[in-house]
Structure formats: C-alpha cells, structure tokens
C-alpha cells in the first residue's frame, strides 16, 4: 500500500519540485516570483492547445514525446522513496531503471534530428556526449551500492541504508552522494551543466532538442522531465537520508522532506553559481565518475 502511495504522490507531486526550484532562486534574487503550482498551470494550458507539425517530420518526432514520457512512468515503478520500497521490484531492476533512461533520451535525440534543423542536431550532439560521461558516473555509483548492500535490487539496496551502513561505510557512500548530486544536476539540465531558461544559441543544450515541440507534446516533455527530477532525486535521498524506522509512513515522510529540502538546494546551487563553460562540463562529470568509482573501490575493500 505504502508503495501505491509513494508511486502516486511521484506522479502528482513531480511537478511540484519545480515550482520550488524556480521559487526558491525567486526568493534569493529578491522577487516574488511564480507560484508554486505554475508547472502545473502550464502543462494544462500546453494540453489544451493542438500541435503543430512539420511536413517534413516523420512519425519519429511525434513518438518522441510519447515513448519519453512512458519510459518515465515505467521507471517511477521501480525507485524506491527512501525505506518505502518500488512497487515493482526484482534483482537487476537497477539496469531495467539506467536502459529506460537510455530509451527516454534516445528518442527524444531522434525527434530533434527528424526535424533536419541544423540547431536542434548541435543540442542533440552535445545531449549524447554528456550523457555518455554521466551514465557511467550513474551506473557505477549503482554498482557500488549494489556491491555495498549484497543486492541487486534498487529496493533491496535502499533499505540497507540505514545509520549503521553509514557508520561502517561512511566514506564510499559519501562519495556516491556526490557523484549522484553531479549526476542529479546534469541529466536534469540544471546549472551548472545547463540552464532550462536560457535561450543563447551558444549554449544551449536539452532545450535546444524540444523547441520545435509545442501542445500536448511539449505538456508531456516537461512532465517526463519533472518525473526524471524525481526519479534522480529519490535516489539521492534515498542515500542521504538513512531513515529506516520499519514505519513506511514515517520512513516515507522523511524521504519526502528529504525531497523538497533538495529541490530547495538545487534552488540555491543555481542562485550562487554560474553554467560552466561547454568544455569544461565534460570534467565535472569525469569527476562525478572517478567519485563513483572510487566508492566501488572502497566498497571492494
């Protein structure tokens, strides 16, 4: 049941983490602000309107979106919040979790290079090499605690993290809360890797690939990202914050402060740093994946 819930309140409260994100750099920057619930108000707006195609897009930017937003909901099934577990769960379901990410943003990748826009070909370019650099860091961080805990299921690891591991394993799960922070940022298009505001040309990376999407298309593309905020971040506070009382209700309203205290921080991230530079963007996440792999050393040890 605690499951059902938790897989539920993913799907309703997704969104939300991006209202207090855009709030919370609104507050520091001493404005007032969106409201809370805008992404929301947008995604209904974008679902009343129609779409409009190209002539010269082929069934594969329409799929784009769809396939996108589904690999997500499939994936939601399979994280667990904290102690509550997934409401699907088997060994190995961790590369079931990073392949459905994969899928996600393969078609995606291919619904801007349908269009045949130069533009929407230099942002899918650079989509596929960073994220080629922050998988590794992802799959290996998961190894890790895969190695650490003695399972293989994202359940069964999660519910291992409690105050104990963290007392015998300090270090190499302090380095996987890191690089999944790093990992976090970047396959969420959020600074210092990208900026989902930002309209230079010279920069741009994932916004670049959807600007030919517009209605129910672009209404699912910014829902499919919301649930991948989630997805990542449940992760990440699954890590970091090691309640596991036995209570799923308690375990699972820790997670959920765990969740909106990192939707506040990565707020704070983006008001106190600037986007980095292109080139050096491939460094950080090399960095993200020698801190996974030194987790998987230490964990080896």
Not at 68 to 83: D, K, N, R, S, Y
Not at 92 to 106: E, V
Not at 283 to 292: D, P, R
């Amino acid at each position: 049941m605690a499951a059902v819930i938790h897989t539920v309140l993913a799907l309703l409260g997704a969104p939300l983490l991006l209202g207090i994100i855009n709030r919370t750099k609104a507050l520091i920057a001493g404005r007032t602000g969106q409201p809370l619930l805008q992404p929301y108000f947008d995604m209904v707006k974008l679902l009343r309107k129609a779409a409009v195609y190209s002539r010269t897009t082929t069934w594969l930017f329409r799929a784009g979106p769809i396939v996108g937003l589904a690999a997500m909901l499939v994936a939601i099934t399979l994280v667990p919040l904290g102690g509550v577990a997934a409401v699907v769960a088997f060994p190995g379901d961790l590369l079931l979790f990073a392949y459905l990410l994969g899928l996600a943003r393969y078609f995606t990748v291919l619904a801007a290079l349908d269009t045949g826009s130069s533009f929407e070909g230099m942002g899918a370019s650079r989509e596929l090499t960073f994220s080629a650099l922050a998988e590794p860091a992802l799959l290996l961080g998961l190894a890790a605690l895969a190695h650490q805990s003695g399972r293989l299921s994202l359940s069964a690891m999660y519910a291992t993290v409690a105050p104990l591991a963290w007392a015998q394993a300090a270090a190499p799960l302090a380095l996987l809360a890191a690089a999944l922070l790093v990992v976090f940022l970047a396959e969420n298009a959020r600074i210092p890797v990208d900026d989902p505001t930002t309209h230079l040309e010279l920069t741009m990376i994932h916004e670049v690939m959807v600007l030919d999407h517009g209605g129910p298309d672009l209404a699912f593309i910014l829902y499919g990202g919301a649930l991948k905020l989630w997805l990542l971040g449940a992760l990440l506070v699954g890590l970091v914050v090691p309640v596991r009382s036995g209570s799923p209700w308690l375990d699972g309203a820790a997670a959920l402060g765990g969740m909106l205290a990192l939707a506040v921080l990565t707020g704070i991230i983006e008001s106190s740093m600037a986007r980095l530079r292109l080139v050096r963007v491939p460094q950080l996440l090399l960095g993200a994946g020698v801190l996974s792999t030194l987790a998987l050393v230490l964990s080896w040890r």
